[in-house]
């Protein structure tokens, strides 16, 4: 075949290659949200309190109609802290700790979905966006300083039931409303005894058991009045911290003596 005979079919193949290598349009939603307060405020009175999270999902033209529909999962999580898992072991007739692990873990978690975890998608997907308490990261260290990223299951285990007990660690299946269509909203509970920090609001876009969009807001919680200016001599005076307490203590134990001398 001649050069002159191969150039249509040369010009025809460079078209092709132009229209496969070009980006194809988007076809993805957008999600919006937003919590109802970027700041709680902890006082000697605090009895806990509510997180509104709400938010919309956006559709341009040649979005994809999704048959199945939508589904949310909420997540407010808590800053990252170093904690302590002990067992108890009976040594000559005495209980004493006798292993332990530590755990790189949230100090809260609270999880609010649509419908059940177990419809919301597939476990890979759930562990894939640690959607759940079950499928958290949690950097567990052992005895001698060596850090694994899944140790022995019953740690982890007495871990997470450890916070689920003391309230910090909750999951709220089918509590995310939709109010309309595209339109979602849910409140989560915060405890009394909630850790103080940055926390995250992670709102995730579900469709067809996939993931397709996701948005981050973040809430802070921090004390204030008298318990703050306590927190901040505690943290940053730790010596004027400690003197102040002993004299309390010392004029704490006199005026007591005092008023209950018996003459």
Known sequence: MTLRRAAPFL????????????PAPTLAETLVAEVSTKRVAISSNFSGTD???????????VTVSRAAGYDIAVMLIGPRRTMVTRRK??????????DWRTYDAPTFYALATTKPLAELATPQV???????MENLILPEGIPGG????AGAAEFRDAFLAQQRKAG????????VRFLGSQIF????PIPAEVPVGSYTARVVLIADGSPVAEHVSTVDVAKIGFEQQV???????????????????????WLGGVLFRRD
């Open 146 to 149: 060596i850090e694994v990223m």
């Open 168 to 175: 910090h660690y909750v999951e709220y299946p089918s509590t």
């Open 51 to 61: 997180i509104t999270v709400y938010g919309a999902i956006e559709r341009d033209g």
């Open 126 to 132: 759930l562990d894939a966006q640690q959607i759940g």
């Open 185 to 188: 909203a849910v409140t989560l």
């Open 231 to 253: 927190t901040d001599l505690a943290t940053r005076r730790g010596v004027v911290y400690g003197l102040a307490s002993v004299v309390i203590a010392l004029m704490t134990g």
């Open 89 to 98: 072991d009976r040594v000559l007739g005495l209980w004493i700790n006798r």
């Open 11 to 22: 010009g025809l193949a460079v078209i092709l290659a132009a229209i496969l290598a070009a």
